[in-house]
């Protein structure tokens, strides 16, 4: 549907995405492929993503950031299930797409024709994602929401300080790590089938992605046999990882590793301590961190955070302050790294995709389409088969 003609080639021109998901993991993992050239027509219903709906902040002409976030370079379709018409385009669709993602309850498309065994058997080489919250077995019943999976798997146990409640991470961690395993698990498939020429279907579920995501942590209960607790801005096995108070704010200092921590007591003036057989090795400084924490603090305090900042980054002593969003937009754009994009004709903002290829570079051709606003263009291609330019 997409006239590429005219744009360097990038890696996905030509894969053809049926997105039938909605809110967050789905929608920013097939983002993510819209950047890199596939053709994404967003299927919703009648009613909206729900993220449209999800206010505020809003953007100047009412957009929800939340929705304008994760759709970027698609397009929309309006298609009712329950409206025969509209099925026939959906299935139609679904039997035209390289790749079909979905996070509808497990089982719930196959009244549709709409699973997977029914698109394939109209689509034999579709790659086709299922995402869920907990997975298709015992936990199939089980609503998908990334504030329960923090809950359920742990992470808010993780999350607070040691003597108080537990909370949320600031974002839906495990719905963006659900689309980029996602993510992932797509461009694997097609680059099979580009060898075998057979789909397959994928699933990826918020559960599964928070037991893999949890690293470390999953590791200490799994390997060790020890269940990690909350420990505030602390980190378990290292010292000092965490903010420490200068004369004015916080700082966060990372020193992860035996010369790190070197380098940090010669500026703070005080090497002596990285010879003290208490605090020469990481376990030591670890093991006993409330000995070592008040001496850092000590010299810490004579000094603002700019200056400690400009003083440990000249000896590469890992540090940072701690900055607001704004701050941190305006920081990675003094970095350089050009954090803000403007989409479409005309020229919303949005933030790029994270990925910098040498060859291409990801498109940002199509602002968060309007409800419905492709649903002609999308019948009106899906009914000319000599247009379609089928890729499979």
């Known amino acids: 549907m997409t006239d590429s003609s005219s744009t360097p080639a990038r890696p996905l021109d030509g894969i053809v995405i049926a997105d039938l998901s909605r809110v967050l993991a789905g929608p920013y993992a097939t983002m993510l492929l819209a950047d890199m050239g596939a053709e994404v027509i967003k299927v919703e219903s009648p009613g909206g993503d729900d993220t449209r709906s999800w206010v505020p ?33 959906a299935q139609a669709l679904t039997a035209h797409a390289d790749v079909v993602v979905e996070n509808f309850k497990p089982g719930g498309l196959k009244r549709f024709g709409l699973d997977y065994d029914s698109v ?3 689509n034999d080489p579709v790659v086709y994602c299922s995402i869920s919250g907990f997975g298709t077995a015992e936990g199939a019943s089980l609503p998908g929401y990334d504030l329960i999976v923090q809950a359920m798997s742990g992470l808010m146990s993780l999350t607070g300080d040691s003597d108080g409640p537990a909370y949320r991470a600031g974002i839906s961690v495990f719905d963006v790590m659900a689309g980029l395993h996602s993510t992932i698990g797509i461009l694997a498939a097609l680059r099979l089938r580009s060898e075998t020429g057979r789909g397959q279907h994928i699933e990826t579920s918020l559960m599964a992605s928070a037991m893999s995501g949890l690293v470390n942590q999953t590791s200490a209960y799994v390997a060790g046999g020890v269940t990690p607790t909350r420990m505030g801005n602390a980190h378990p096995s290292l010292f000092p990882y965490e903010p420490l108070p200068t004369a004015d704010n916080d700082l966060i200092i990372t020193a992860g590793n035996d010369n790190q921590f070197r380098k940090l007591v010669e500026v703070l003036g005080v090497p002596e301590l990285a010879d003290d057989e208490r605090f020469a090795r990481n376990e030591g400084r670890t093991e006993r961190r409330e000995e070592l924490r008040p001496l850092l603090v000590e010299r810490l305090a004579t000094q603002p955070a700019a200056y400690w900042f400009d003083k440990l980054n000249a000896v590469g002593v890992p540090n940072g302050p701690i900055n607001t969003i704004a701050e941190g937009v305006q920081y990675a754009e003094k970095l350089g790294l050009n954090p803000v994009v403007q989409v479409g004709d005309d020229a919303v903002p949005g933030v790029r995709n994270p990925i910098t290829f040498s060859t291409f570079t990801p498109r940002y051709d199509l602002a968060p389409p309007a409800l419905g606003a492709d649903s002609d263009a999308v019948r009106d291609w899906l009914s000319t088969p000599a247009t379609r330019g089928d890729q499979k």
């Open 120 to 122: 394939r058997d109209r």
């Open 57 to 89: 902040p809003v953007r100047e002409d009412g957009v929800s950031t939340y929705y304008a976030a994760i759709n970027r370079n698609k397009k929309s379709i309006v298609l009712d299930f329950k409206n025969d018409d509209d099925l026939a385009v």
